[in-house]
């Protein structure tokens, strides 16, 4: 069965800094990756979706790669900003598309 | 708006009551899914559903029936309800092209006293 991992649990930074979400998974048998951003109280919003045949996709300040082989995913957020505070989770879908596995997320804190 | 829209959007009850949850799309999407989020922030899938057919059902305790009256609908029953079911349950669709993502409803605090 997949195990997805997301380190660190959380992460408080200072505005500007760059940084990096970890990713992994177990079974490297997937059809994509998506990263989500939650923001209390709220439902998840898509980030990113990388295919399995990708290596990374970028939106604006954010890029996340993708090393099946490995399993493991990294979302890169640049010159962080206040408002880019809140829980990332990455999810990977089964080769048949049906189920998706998340992680427990990482909970950001961007210090002013 | 096109969304995912979940009602309600908090729910307090005590055990023993049966209580439902409603969700409907208007993105057009094929499927439709119901997560639940535990205290601990992890999501785990319940029930899938495919064009009103169901598709995928995880170990869930049958006092939960989940009903899908077309593709644009899902609602979650459940029966019973127990402290454990205390949760934030989450309502998503996605197309059935492998290039789009999961669009996710705004949940549904479920709290059971």
């Known amino acids: 069965k997949q195990e997805v991992t997301q380190i660190p649990a959380a992460l408080s930074v200072p505005e500007g800094e760059n940084l990096v979400l970890n990713c992994s998974f177990t079974?490297?048998?997937?059809?994509?990756l998506q990263w989500f951003r939650q923001d209390p109280g709220k439902g998840l919003t898509s980030l990113l979706l990388?295919?399995?045949?990708?290596r990374e996709q970028t939106s604006g300040r954010l890029n996340a790669s993708l090393d099946k082989s490995s399993g493991r995913s990294t979302l890169y957020i640049a010159a962080s900003q206040p408002g880019d505070s809140a829980t990332y989770l990455c999810?990977?879908?089964?080769?048949?598309?049906?189920?998706?596995?998340f992680g427990s997320g990482t909970k950001l804190n961007v210090k002013p | 708006d096109t969304a995912v829209s979940q009602t309600p959007k908090y729910l307090v009850t005590q055990m023993g009551n049966d209580k439902s949850i409603k969700c409907e799309q208007n993105?057009?999407?094929?499927?439709m899914y119901w997560y639940k989020q535990d205290s601990k922030k992890f999501l785990k899938i319940m029930f899938s559903?495919?064009?009103?057919?169901?598709?995928i059902n995880e170990t869930v305790p049958n006092r939960f029936s989940p009903k899908s009256p077309d593709k644009a609908h899902l609602n979650l029953h459940i029966n019973s309800l127990e402290l454990g079911d205390s949760a934030v349950y989450f309502c998503?669709?996605?197309?059935?092209?492998?290039?789009?993502?999961?669009?996710f409803g705004n949940g549904t605090r479920l709290t059971v006293t």
């Open positions: 998503a669709s996605r197309p059935n092209r492998g290039d789009s993502p999961l669009h």
């Open positions: 999810a990977v879908a089964t080769r048949d598309f049906n189920k998706f596995y």
């Open positions: 990388i295919q399995s045949s990708q």
């Open positions: 559903y495919n064009n009103k057919e169901l598709i």
């Open positions: 993105l057009g999407h094929d499927t």
């Open positions: 079974d490297s048998a997937i059809y994509n």
